[in-house]
């Protein structure tokens, strides 16, 4: 059964410039996801069922919009008293997995939290001794994302990975995490809303960020076009010749700016689009190359003897 209606939004812009992301289901432990509009609660303290006589029967559903279906799977019910306790948060009563769930709870006054992946609506509700049946609108939907270098070649899933912010930033100037670490084409349920988002193309450089538009009800679908390439360095002794062990690489930026640094062999690493240049040290002796990234042209680059400059003992002469 679907719950989504399609959306679907290709990105295409410059490194380090404004584009989007990919998004991870909200399969979060229940103690690991933050119940908005509410203060700190307190675990149950009590596992076994309550006595029947002593109970109302009220039974809670959730829909993603107004007038959508009932959502099947996938909620975290929370039932708590609105009134904090001791240690000044609100005791957890009652908790349920799946779609609409029923719970049997003393007569009174009660907060029902709704949660959907990272999507979530609070109720109030009374309980009597009556059944009665209340219903949640979680205005929410649905967030997909994947990437693709320029030409629409695919990226290896296992170099991408984004992160969804909140849109505007904090006091301090900084954007709150949502949801860290999303894989590519996964989807994470989220509160209709306008999000940050972040896609990170390898480890150091190659950074496309993009404010996304989430409406309720609807999947919405995003590809960011990243302009990087992944290069191999090695230095040998001839074209084409075997990688010389212990060399310790160091990647500068147009400014003279260390971004990356590493030892062996083989250098490997993803690099944004733009001119660099590459120092590679074995033992006493300095090899330098400027280079310029290509999007989307993966290559080998290859350190000579002829672009030998220092000997080290000589620097330290």
């Known amino acids: 059964m679907r719950f989504f209606a399609g959306r679907f939004i290709t990105i295409v812009a410059a490194s380090l410039a404004g584009t989007a992301a990919v998004a991870q289901d909200g399969a979060f432990p229940v103690e690991d996801i933050e119940v908005p509009g509410l203060s700190k609660y307190a675990a149950p303290q009590r596992t076994e069922p309550l006595a029947l006589a002593e109970t109302g029967e009220v039974t809670v559903s959730a829909q993603l919009m107004e007038g959508a279906e009932d959502i099947p799977r996938g909620l975290v019910w929370r039932v708590f008293s609105p009134e904090p306790g001791q ?44 059944p009665k049946s209340e219903r949640l609108v979680l205005d929410a939907g649905g967030l997909k994302l994947d ?81 990087a390439a992944q290069l191999t360095m090695k230095l040998v002794r001839e074209p084409g010749g075997e990688a010389i062990a212990d060399t310790a690489w160091s990647i500068l930026s147009e400014t003279g700016e260390i971004i990356a640094e590493t030892v062996g062999a083989f250098a490997s690493m993803v690099l944004a689009e733009g001119e660099y240049t590459i120092v590679a040290k074995n033992r006493d002796r300095i090899y330098q190359r400027d280079f310029t990234v290509t999007p989307g042209r993966n290559q080998d680059v290859e350190l000579l003897p002829e672009d030998l400059v220092e000997q080290v003992s000589e620097i330290t002469e």
């Open 87 to 130: 240690d000044g948060t609100l005791p957890l009563v009652a908790t349920a997995q799946g779609g609409t769930s029923t719970f049997m709870l003393p007569p009174g006054g009660y907060l029902v939290h709704a949660a959907y992946g990272r999507a979530g609506a609070t109720k109030r509700i009374t309980v009597g001794d009556q």
């Open 147 to 227: 990437a693709v270098l320029s030409g629409g070649v695919r990226i290896p899933p296992k170099k991408l990975r984004f992160s969804v912010y909140e849109h505007e930033p904090n006091a301090t100037g900084e954007r709150s995490l949502i949801v860290p670490n999303v894989q590519p084409n996964a989807v994470v349920r989220l509160n209709a809303g306008t999000y940050h988002i972040v896609s990170n193309y390898g480890v150091i450089n190659a950074v496309i960020r993009a404010d996304i538009r989430v409406e309720a009800g609807e999947l919405t679908e995003a590809t960011v076009e990243h302009r």
